[in-house]
């Protein structure tokens, strides 16, 4: 009864308009105070005990890494280099667009960031080469998703942060899926433009994929400074995003100066705007856990689930409904930050690797990114391309098509998941 009555609240005020947070926070309290007699002392300690985690700070850190490389030039030198890579192939600059996502994706963890990065200096020059605008708004906007599976991710620091699953596993596990992802999703480019004889780029020689290579370099080693210092066990994932947010000062500011110190302060500025609203969702969504875990209503689901029959298979198809349908109405870090303290005990009750789980729900999220009313990717995409969420809506159909079918694939097969965390870790 009690979970209706805070699933009612929650709807009920979400259903207003009011921002997720608010609606979460609102949420809680209300409950507290009109239904429970859980001392206000008690709220008030959850509340700083929830936050306090070391993994959370890697949230701020990533932000900022990732700002200075969108307004740093590492994008326009990644794009450079995949399309001497792979631009004489069909729909070359497409192809270039999936694997300069990919590599930008590794170094900023934020699929928004992404899009615009890459979007903004690769439509262009794909409208000028004369491919239609749906092709490449379809390409952009699809796989700028993997800014949130390909680590390092936000969304999987609040996985982490939701569950106490280790980051450092889930940055491991995302890499063979991430990187399945962007060859499925280069490939149905690649068939389309093949299909409807999209223009080739004249294939580089080694002198010009060389030159890209060492203008794109010092882009590219973040993603060796981050991945690797942790996979060694150098640095912590948090400490490995306060490297990263240094290092990508450094190649912005003094080696590639494309960003002056006076551009810093904004940079700066804007960081701390998302790393506050973001800090402000997981200090509601923390209280949001406490009371479901203080009602017991996550047990109480699991044993419902459980009596039922309802086994790993049917759970995780399940599961995948209903992030599939959430994502039609919030965006990734708020799913995550309400769905998993639910689901979560529900899995481990059935015996589901939380590593596996995590990424799931990540790949979830992606799709969730992609499609209306609410694809975070579409409105970002559309501000990029000028399209109305319509048009871009057709545009991203065959990508999303192939996005659901590998859902289907890391829901059902854990090893593409736990290989390489269980090959390093062990």
């Given amino acids: 009864m009690n979970g209706l009555i805070i699933l009612g609240l929650l709807v009920m005020l979400m259903l207003t308009g009011m921002p997720i947070s608010i609606a979460l926070g609102l949420t809680v309290l209300t409950f507290i105070f009109g239904f429970t007699q859980v001392p206000l002392e008690s709220v008030a300690l959850k509340l700083f005990t929830g936050i306090e985690k070391f993994e959370i700070m890697a949230i701020p850190f990533f932000i900022l890494a990732g ?13 450079n280099f995949a399309t001497s890579m792979v631009g004489h192939w069909h729909g070359g600059l497409g192809l270039a667009g999936v694997l300069a996502c990919a590599l930008f994706a590794a170094v900023s963890g934020s699929s928004p960031a992404t899009v615009v990065a890459i979007g903004s200096i690769l439509l ?6 004369g ?16 800014g949130i599976l390909i680590p390092p991710s936000i969304v999987m620091v609040m996985y982490s942060v939701s569950t106490n699953t280790s980051v450092g596993a889930l ?40 030159k890209a290579l060492r203008e ?8 060796v400074v981050v991945m690797g210092g942790i996979y060694t066990g150098l640095f912590t994932p948090t400490e490995a995003a306060a490297m990263a947010a240094v290092y990508a000062f450094v190649i912005a500011v003094f080696i590639y100066k494309d960003m002056k110190l ?12 998302m790393s506050a609203m973001l800090l402000y969702i997981i200090t509601n969504a923390v209280l949001f856990s406490f009371v479901l875990a203080n009602e017991s209503i ?22 995948n409904i209903l992030l599939l349908l959430a994502g039609n109405f919030m965006e990734p870090s708020s799913i995550v930050l309400i769905m998993a303290p639910i689901l979560f005990p529900v899995a481990m009750k059935l015996g589901i690797d939380p590593v596996h789980f995590g990424i799931l729900i990540i790949v979830n999220m992606e799709v969730g990114m992609c499609h209306p009313p609410v694809g975070l990717n579409l409105y970002v995409a559309s501000g990029v391309t000028k399209m109305g969420i319509t048009e871009l809506t057709i545009a991203v159909w065959p990508w999303l098509l192939t996005m659901l079918g590998f859902l289907v694939l890391v829901t059902y097969w854990p090893p593409l998941s736990l290989w390489l965390p269980n090959l390093l870790m062990n």
Avoid: E
């Avoid at 006076?262 to 705007?273: E, G, T, W, Y």
């Avoid at 419902?304 to 790993?312: A, D, S, Y």
């Fill in 124 to 129: 262009p020059a794909m409208a000028k080469a």
């Fill in 67 to 79: 700002n200075f490389l969108t307004h740093g030039g590492v994008a326009k030198r990644m794009i």
């Fill in 298 to 319: 996550p047990q109480h689901l699991a044993d419902w689930l459980i009596g039922m029959g309802l086994g790993p298979i049917a759970f995780l198809a399940v599961v």
């Fill in 131 to 146: 491919f239609p605008p749906r092709f490449g708004a379809g390409i952009v906007t699809t796989s700028g998703a993997l």
């Fill in 262 to 273: 006076k551009d810093v302060p904004r940079v700066l500025l804007a960081s701390a705007n």
């Fill in 171 to 210: 940055f491991m596990a995302g890499v063979v899926p991430g990187i399945l992802l962007a060859f499925c999703l280069g490939l149905t480019a690649w068939w389309r433009a093949r299909k409807f004889n999209y223009p080739r780029q004249p294939k580089a020689s080694m002198g010009q994929r060389l």
């Fill in 216 to 223: 794109s370099f010092w882009g590219l080693l973040l993603i």
